[in-house]
Every structure is written in structure tokens, then in C-alpha cells.
């Protein structure tokens, strides 16, 4: 699993406040990844990291923002939760150098009322 | 940017039947392609993927895919399932270099006894 920690599991909020969801890595992964995964979409890439402090938009990236202070963490932020982003998230990291694989979080559920 | 179309939403399959599961992807360049399951409530598990070299990848589970370079197809194969199989399936790209994945919508495979 790549050492990958989410943080919260599950978290229930209401709408218009400010979530952050975490991601731990204790393996040094240079590449790391926010998507979010619904009935029909499967998983859409919100933002992804390949570096400290480089950090790019993916193709569903409105209302979140996110940071990479050091290499093993990966905020992921709702600046002002709506109902529309009430979805599970997955953090996942790339790790080119062992064959190109790729490790994925158990996820963080997150309902927005 | 590239895309993935899994063709079939759902698939009910009788146990110990064979099934496929397909995949076509849309990219102009060289592409990494994968396949992951996800069990009800759980993270994402690789199956296989194809990076290079021989067109038929095997992967865990007895899972085998075929990647056609000519009809842009990665087609997800089990010769017999089990009723442990039913689970939701995943087609993913990625154009080589890129490290950005992109996800198909899912199938979700139903084995019935």
C-alpha cells in the first residue's frame, strides 16, 4: 500500500464550511494524486502534485484547492463545501522507478448536508 | 488528453462462465494502460498492467487483458469466475511520460451461482 494514510475516514459536514482532507506517504513518492470516484464517473482527477510546492488542476478541480508543504503530505481543501461534493475521495502516488505502479488510499467518504 | 470508454456498464455472468470486460481508450501517443477492482466499500487493487513489450499482460486472480495498438483496446478476460469476482472493475490510461491517470466509468460484474 505504499505507506498511504488518509485522513478522516468518514467525515459528515454542513454545507459552506471548510474541509481539509490528508494525505500521509512515508515512502518519498515524488507523484501524488487527489481524485474524487461517483456512480457513473468513476474516479475524476481533482489535482495532482509532482513536487513540493508544484502542484497542478486536474479535470474536476473547481471549489477544491490543494498543497504540498513536504514531500509526504497532500492537503486536499473545500474551500466552501456543497452538497455536489459529497463523493469518496482517493489519494493515490506513482512511483516511476518500481515499474510504474501505482498506490491508492482506502479513500475518505465525506457527506456534505 | 486521453480518454477511456468502458463499453459495458453492467455484467451479470454465471459462475465458472467466462468473461470480458472492454475497454477502448482514445490518445494520440504511447500509453500505459492498467486494470483495477474494487470489492463493495474498499480502495482500488491492481489487476494488471500493460507498460511495454508483450501484448498479453496477466495479472492476479487469473485475470489476463490484451492491449491491440491498431483498434486502441485494452479488453479485460477471465476464463471461469467465482462468485468472489463480483466487484467493480476499472480501465485506466495514462499517455506515457504524462503521469496522469484517467479512469473509465466502471463495470460492475455480478457472478451469479
Known amino acids: 500500500d505504499a505507506g498511504i494514510t488518509q485522513s478522516p475516514r468518514h467525515k459528515v459536514t454542513e454545507t459552506g464550511t471548510p474541509v481539509t482532507l490528508r494525505c500521509h506517504q512515508t515512502?518519498?513518492?515524488?507523484?501524488m494524486y487527489w481524485y474524487r470516484q461517483d456512480p457513473g464517473h468513476g474516479l475524476r482527477l481533482i489535482h495532482y502534485?509532482?513536487?513540493?510546492?508544484?502542484?497542478d488542476k486536474g479535470e474536476v478541480s473547481d471549489g477544491y484547492s490543494v498543497s504540498r508543504s513536504k514531500t509526504e503530505d497532500f492537503l486536499l481543501t473545500l474551500e466552501s463545501a456543497t452538497s455536489s461534493q459529497t463523493s469518496v475521495y482517493f489519494c493515490?502516488?506513482?512511483?516511476?522507478?518500481?515499474?510504474?505502479?501505482?498506490?491508492f488510499g482506502e479513500g475518505s467518504w465525506l457527506t456534505v448536508v | 488528453a486521453q480518454s477511456v470508454t468502458q463499453l459495458d456498464s453492467q455484467v451479470p455472468v454465471f459462475e465458472e462462465a467466462p468473461v470480458e470486460l472492454r475497454c477502448n481508450y482514445s490518445s494520440s501517443v504511447s500509453v500505459y494502460l492498467f486494470w483495477y477492482v474494487q470489492y463493495p466499500n474498499q480502495g482500488l487493487q491492481l489487476l494488471l498492467k500493460?507498460?511495454?513489450?508483450?501484448?498479453l499482460v496477466k495479472g492476479i486472480n487469473g485475470f489476463e487483458a490484451e492491449f491491440n495498438k491498431s483498434q486502441t483496446s485494452f479488453h479485460l478476460r477471465k476464463p471461469s469466475v467465482h462468485i468472489s469476482d463480483t466487484a467493480e472493475y476499472f480501465c485506466?490510461?495514462?499517455?506515457?511520460?504524462?503521469?496522469?491517470?484517467?479512469f473509465g466509468a466502471g463495470t460492475t460484474v455480478t457472478v451469479r451461482a
Open positions: 485506466a490510461v495514462s499517455e506515457r511520460g504524462d503521469y496522469k491517470l484517467s
Open positions: 502534485s509532482y513536487g513540493v510546492k508544484d502542484t
Open positions: 493515490a502516488v506513482w512511483e516511476p522507478s518500481s515499474g510504474n505502479t501505482i498506490y
Open positions: 500493460y507498460l511495454s513489450g508483450s501484448t
Open positions: 515512502e518519498n513518492h515524488r507523484y
